[in-house]
């Protein structure tokens, strides 16, 4: 994803963690991301090691600090079950990763396209 980000037209600065853990860390500022950006977007994987998406995504639903920040879920999960409960935990958008590179690619333009250049996003 960094590089399809990183090969887009618009520049986007993005920061990924590998597991959900980290990702609470990064987003509270604790320990070696401590500097760490607030983000305008997460993008969120529901099958994190540690702590998974669900998880991380009621979380931060529940935090006034990071309420407003819209989460897209990014996953491989097709099941209705999930796709139900992403939304009732207060995700913004929940997306399918696509099997092959070209759609994927496409998928991850057009969500930054959205989120990063036509919503209107709080301050």
Same mark, same amino acid.
């Given at each position: 994803?960094?590089?399809?980000?990183?090969? &887009? $037209?618009?520049?986007?600065? +993005?920061?990924?963690? /590998?597991?959900?853990?980290?990702? !609470?860390?990064?987003?509270?500022?604790? *320990?070696?991301?401590?500097?760490?950006?607030?983000?305008?977007?997460?993008?969120?994987?529901?099958?994190?090691?540690?702590?998974?998406?669900?998880?991380?995504?009621?979380?931060?639903?529940?935090?006034?600090?990071? &309420? $407003?920040?819209?989460?897209? +879920?990014?996953?491989? /999960?097709?099941?209705?079950?999930? !796709?139900?409960?992403?939304?009732?935990? *207060?995700?913004?958008?929940?997306?399918?990763?696509?099997?092959?590179?070209?759609?994927?690619?496409?998928?991850?333009?057009?969500?930054?396209?959205?989120?990063?250049?036509?919503?209107?996003?709080?301050?």
């Amino acid at each position: 994803m960094n590089e399809i980000l990183g090969s &887009c $037209k618009r520049r986007y600065h +993005v920061s990924s963690v /590998s597991d959900g853990e980290e990702a !609470i860390s990064f987003l509270h500022r604790r *320990g070696r991301h401590s500097q760490a950006p607030t983000p305008d977007l997460v993008i969120l994987d529901l099958n994190l090691p540690r702590k998974d998406g669900r998880t991380v995504l009621k979380e931060l639903k529940s935090d006034s600090l990071f &309420c $407003k920040i819209p989460i897209v +879920v990014f996953t491989t /999960s097709q099941a209705s079950s999930d !796709i139900a409960s992403s939304y009732a935990l *207060g995700a913004n958008c929940y997306l399918r990763k696509p099997g092959n590179l070209e759609e994927y690619r496409a998928v991850v333009q057009s969500m930054a396209d959205f989120w990063l250049g036509f919503a209107a996003l709080p301050q």
